[in-house]
């Protein structure tokens, strides 16, 4: 079984800068796409960025510029570096990973802006 534990959501002031990590563990085969999802009250989940595992990134027209992700191939873990966060950044971030059409979600975490 494949498992996904996300870490480093908070409460952040407007303008301030938060790093998302999610570790994957279990059977994980390359190659594979691994990304972050948000979903704010009352709103679709939505695509934040996705990378594979051969490091190619897309990104949301809404943080191009402004978040980053990256992964650690050997440790199986995925990160998101979020900076200039603005209010409309609160939401639930989820952790996926697609492997063989398979989809794999982490349980979430909390990330608020909010001065």
């Known amino acids: 079984q494949v498992q996904l534990v996300e870490s480093g959501g908070g409460l952040v002031q407007p303008g301030g800068s938060l790093r998302l990590s999610c570790a994957a563990s279990?059977?994980?085969?390359?190659?594979?796409?691994m990304g972050w999802f948000r979903q704010a009250p009352e709103k679709q989940r939505e695509l934040v960025a996705t990378?594979?595992?051969?490091?190619?990134?897309n990104y949301a027209n809404s943080v191009r510029g402004r978040f980053t992700i990256s992964r650690d191939n050997a440790k199986n873990t995925v990160y998101l570096q979020m900076s200039s966060l603005k209010p409309e950044d609160t939401a639930v971030y989820y952790c996926?990973?697609?492997?063989?059409?398979?989809?794999?979600w982490g349980q979430g975490t909390q990330v608020t802006v909010s001065s």
């Open positions: 996926k990973l697609r492997v063989f059409q398979n989809d794999y």
């Open positions: 990378i594979t595992s051969g490091g190619t990134t």
């Open positions: 279990g059977s994980i085969f390359s190659p594979n796409v």
